[in-house]
């Protein structure tokens, strides 16, 4: 089997175990999003998910985040961890959107990168979930499943994996693969646990690299 048929027969399989996955972060608003996936950098999404709404009653808008002071978004932002850094990104972030781009986020990968505090990884979460772009989100699970599953061959360096991935991953799946992904991680191919491959519908043809 070739890497790229073996990519397509895990999607299909991740597909029926779990037809429903989505992004685990809560948002209504594009701006949002790229607010919580700051805070969520080493933090898990569901304290993210509670952090930002105190966050947003407080300040509810674009404009609201941008004038607030760094150190009143750090009070409310510190239980995620990394309060002052998150915090003057999400500001400098908001005062960008606001004044170059009309409060909206841009629907670029290029201009999203340049906003403080977004990676790649980010970019490409924004541009799969908010603009139902192509998109390929190399998180922490990501990397240890493909390269467990044998979809890339020993690399860890995460821009390199979306590199790899995108070779062999149909444009249009990579958002929902890679938040399947997540869930899969979480559940079955599990980090600080052996991985539960004895339950794991990807058994038969997963190389199990390292395991
Ligand atoms: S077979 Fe094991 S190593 Fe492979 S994806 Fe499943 S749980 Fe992970």
């Not at 993210?48 to 607030?68: F, I």
């Not at 005062?95 to 790649?120: C, Q, S, T, W």
């Amino acid at each position: 089997m070739t890497k790229k048929q073996l990519a397509l027969e895990v999607i299909e399989r991740l597909k029926k175990e779990y037809p429903d996955a989505g992004c685990t972060l809560d948002y209504d608003q594009a701006w949002k999003l790229l607010v919580s996936v700051r805070l969520a950098a080493q933090c898990t999404d569901a304290r993210v998910n509670v952090v930002v709404e105190d966050l947003y009653g407080k300040y509810p808008s674009v404009d609201a985040l941008a004038e607030a002071e760094v150190d009143d978004i750090e009070e409310i932002v510190r239980p995620c961890g990394l309060g002052k850094s998150k915090a003057r990104d999400i500001s400098a972030c908001m005062k960008i959107l606001r004044d170059e781009y009309g409060g909206n986020v841009p629907k670029d990968f290029d201009a999203l990168l340049k906003l403080p505090g977004v990676g790649r990884k980010s970019a490409n979460l924004i541009m799969g979930d908010v603009f139902g772009e192509p998109a390929i989100v190399t998180d922490t699970h990501c990397i240890r499943l493909t390269n467990r599953i044998g979809l890339v061959d020993k690399i860890k360096e995460p821009k390199k994996v979306e590199m790899a991935l995108w070779k062999i991953i149909p444009p249009k799946e990579g958002s929902d693969f890679c938040h399947r992904l997540v869930f899969h991680g979480r559940d079955v191919c599990t980090a600080r646990t052996k991985p539960y491959c004895d339950k794991c519908c990807l058994a038969d043809i997963c190389k199990k690299v390292g395991i």
